[in-house]
Each structure stands twice: as C-alpha cells, then as structure tokens.
C-alpha cells in the first residue's frame, strides 16, 4: 500500500475539500491509504458527511492550524502542533511516503526542509508546476520555493525538471528552457548568463533561453526559472484567465444573437476550461526535499486535492527522487570519466 | 509645430508599415511633424505609395539598420549612421522634440541613455507600458529597460509612473502597488523589502504590494515593478492571449453548433480583441532620459506605429518630463520643509 499524509486543514476550504478530495482518492486508488491530520472532531465530522468511517482513511488529531497569513518562521517556531507539522512528522518517522498540503506555501517549504532535509548533493528545494500548453504539459521550475537562487540552483532544477517530465510525464529526453529576457546566451543578468553555460555544459537537452511567449507555447518540456518570475507568472495566468472570462461574459451580455452564440459554444467553452484548469494538475511537487512533498494551491477544490494525491502516488511509484538522485549524482560525477552507475534505488514503503 | 523623429527601419515590418503608421499619424493630428530616418530610397518608396510627397512627413537618410539580433553595445559602437542613432541625435540636437522606435529595446535604451543624458536625479531609466484591465488603464514601470534594480531605482519608477498616471492617464491620485510574491512587507527579496519601505514612507498613494494576479485587476493605477519580471509578464501576455485563440479556434471547429455560435459572437469577440490590442496603447515610453522616447512592439502594425506617435505627441504637450524633474526633486527635497516650489517648466518646441 502506498501511505499519502494530508494536511486536513490546509487550504481555504479546508477542512470541507480537503476530505472531500480525500476521500475521491482513497476511492479511486485500491492502493492508496490516506493519513488526514487535523482537528479530529473537525475532520471526523466530514468524513461522516460522506459516509467515511474508518478503512483507507484515518484521522491524526492536531491541535494546531498554519494559517495563510502566518509567516514561515511563526508557522515552524510557534506552532509545532500544526496539521501541516504533523504531516511532515509522519513523513519523516517513515509512517507514510509522501504529504500533501493545500496550505500556506512559505511555511510547506520551510518545514519540508527543515524537517525532511535534501536529497544527496541537492542545495535547495525549487516548486514545479504543470502547465497547460498548446502542445500538452510543460513543466516550470521553481515557482516560489527560491527567489534568489544561485546558477547551481537553477542547474539542479533543470535536472530535477528533467527528471519530473521522464517519469511522470513519459518524455523521452525533455527539452529545457531557461525563462529570460532575450534567447541570446549574452540576455539577462549574470545570475542567468552563467547559467546558460552550465546547462549548455550540462549534457541535459537543453534548447537555449526562452522568452516569456513561450510559456505557453509548449516550446519545451521544462522551464527552468527563478522563483519570482515564476511565482509571478504563475499567479498571473489566473487572473488573465478570469479576465478573458470576464470580458467574454460582459460583451456576450450586450448582444442578443452573441447570447445565443455563446450558449451554442457552451460546450467548447467548458472544454478549453477543463484543459486549461489547474484542478487537472492537481498539485506541484517540492522537489529537491527528501521526502515526496506535493504543494496544492490555496484554493484548491476537492477535485484539485484528489489530483494532488494522484500526483504524489505517481511520484512514489515511479521513484522519483531515486531518480534525482541519480541525476545529481551523474552531474556532479561527469568531469570523471568513465560515467558513473545509477545509485542504488531504495524500496518504497511495502 | 511639434516634431517627432520615427526611426524608419525599426521593428519587424519596417519600412512598410512604420512608414504608414507615420503617414496616420501626420494625417491625424495638424500640430504634427514627423521626421523618417533610415533608407532614404526605401522610404520614399513607402512614402510615394501613400500619395506623400513632402508637406508634414520629411526623410533623414541613414545608411545603416540596428537588427533585431544585434547586441546594444555592437548597436551603439558600430552603426553610428543607424537609422536609431540618427533619431537619437535628431532629438539631442532639439530638431525634434521626440523619437518613436519600433526597433531593437536594448538599443534604444542605450542609445537614448548614453547620448541625451537622464534627467536631473534620475539614477536609471524605465519603459512603462500600459496594459488593459478590467478597469481601464494601468501603468508597468520598469518592462525591460533594468533587469536588476535597485529600491532607489524601484522608487523613481513610482514616480515616474505616478507623473505618467497624473498626466497622460488624467488619473488625480494615481494608485500605486509593487510587484511580489505576496501582499506582507516581509514578502520578496531584500531589495523589494527595502523598496516597500521606501514607496510607504514616499507620499505617494502606495496600496502595498500586489502579485501576478492583480497585474490585469486594475487594483492599482501603476504597477512597480522590476525589469526582468515585467518583461516576462508582458511577453507572456502575448502568449497566453495567442493560447486562448487557438483553443477557442481548434475546439469550435471541432462542433458545428458552436461554429454557428461563434459566427453570432464575433463581433462580441471582436470587440475583445480591440480591447485587449497592444496596438492601441502604441509605445511605451522610456521614463527618466531626457527627452521623450518611445518605444514600440517589434511586431507594431500601422496603427501601432500611429499611436506610439500619438504617445509622443501627448508626453510633448503634457509637459511629462517636466513633471517627472518635479516629482523627483520634490521627493529628494522632501526631508527638508518647507516643500520645495516647483522647478520652472521649460517650453517645448515651438
């Protein structure tokens, strides 16, 4: 069986979706079984709304809540009885292989790296998200985990991003983009240029600077940048979203032939809506930390935390981190030929 | 008479349609006189296809062209007789009262900055773009021009961009946000920490900082923010627009209905896209070099052309420069009571 720990009141709509996206998960995996944490009486009282008592799901009573407001250092120091603690305590005693959280993200990283640590050889941890393209999943890393990262940092999230795109997206040999301001080796600051040279020495199939359009152009498989431009971006795109929403819906209002027009495409629209919709992602992996750690966002719906705890059942199965691992490892042992063997990949929780 | 000196072979489609958009422009606005720099056969070409011969619209040659490709250094250093340099020097020796450029940013900047000087206390230049929101206009200051800022140069920019606000956008007390990861004075890097103490203590209406989803809210009439995200944000912009287009296009076509339906909505559609064009802001003006500079979209259309010029001339009319010599000295003085007069306001070209 595989053991997911879930931050039962992180989120804003925690407890409410969080259990009910739990309990869609423990229902459409036979393999999975579910830890919530959180206020007992809380949680057991939804887990009753949906006929839950016992079996693959239980309860880990925490006294504590982080709230989205709290600083990470607040949410470390002052509360250690938090959901979110308790989650990352289960993962680091071994009593389940992997936590999810809807929670504040600061305070997910803080205690994820405090706690769990990093993987060998690993310098910081870096967030990475699916993104809807015009030719599937791009994966872009870091989106807010490390806003001043270093050029080592970035190279660790191109392994890490490639690493992500061949197991849990089935590519072959991903394609990375460096997010900058121009595509010449000469753009952005020096931060950026040198990291240019190491990906481009990198061995990784690495396809050069990428600007902004190409976000969602699908260009490549992994977009490695930094944390604030990332997290920017990221948040962006739903409100530019909301905001073609907003203008479709008030100009269709003024036209009576475009009403009709929009109710015929009502079903075109939900569409692109689905495939545009971070719910289908579900969640984004902290990589780097050692320990499956997958970050939901603040709204997430039900829908939203089921995918999350699909996404973090992937990542156990197809050993990701043992892959990362691997990845570094061989990095940091190319200048010795000849090439290095896979390190050994440990067990995942019987 | 109020001059403007376009740089006739910049952008993507130049000489073609910059030469066109000029031709609007002059045959837009009577006070205007424009000035093409560039192949003096190429654009007389142009020119002679519109029916221009003479009058408002007249041709500097200049034997060589800035390319897209080309490094602001090798710009500056190697094509002195570029179509860019020779607007440049138009403006510094007050034979026109402004450049519009559709060519090469990096250039523009380095070219407008190296030969006409900042204006007094400016540390840095910004291009502050206008973006449509749900709520009218807002102004992005820095896009590009500053990569890597400091909380002096963050600051200047809200002034800059609160004078733009005031006095193009007729905004009485323009509102102003910074860019960041989240809403706390504890959020973002130290410079952006150091910049929100600066923008509270300024006097000007600082709401706080905002994050990449209120970038098209409208919460806030200027968005301060670094070069290097702002640039990212704005190139994304394009992307995602060209995104939603193409799944709209592609899912429609998958249904007859809703190929009926999208027939009733197009206008409503088409209204959209106006709305939402770079086309009708034209330029972003280049804040904090002395002398009005705007630069457009390497892709500018006719239009686009049209109204980067139309920026200019309003920038001319409305004193901008004069008003951002103002709000800096203003700012600077502002420890010492009692508040300092205005600096006089020289005259534009008459």
Redesign the interface.
Known sequence: MIKVAVDGMGGDFAPQLVVEGAVQAANSFDDLEIVITGREDAIKRELYRHKVTGGKISIRHASEVVEM?D?PVQAIKKKKDSSLSVCIQLLKQKETDAVVTAGNT?AAVAAATLNLGLLPGIKRPGIAIAVP??RGITIAVDV?AN??PTPEHLLQYAIMGDTYARYLLRKKKPSIGL?N??E?E?K??ETLQETYKLLRDSGLNFLGNI???????GKCDVIVCD???G???????????E??I???TK??Q??F??R??????????E??RR??NYEEAGGAPLLGVDGVVIIGHGISSAKAVRNAIRVAREAILEHVNEHIIEGIHSHLNAGLNPPVKSVPIPKVNP
């Not at 600007?211 to 152009?217: A, I, T």
Request: charge should be negative; aromatic fraction near 8%; include cysteine.
């Open positions: 407001s600083s600061g393209t015009l807010g806003i001043d997010l301001i121009g010449e000469s952005g600051t600007e902004g359009r190409d976000f969602f152009s944390g604030f431009a997290n920017v971006v990221l948040k962006m795109t739903e409100s530019i979203l905001m073609m907003t203008l479709i100009e269709i003024k036209d032939l475009a009709i027009g929009a109710f015929l495409c009502k079903p075109a629209f569409s692109i495939e545009t």
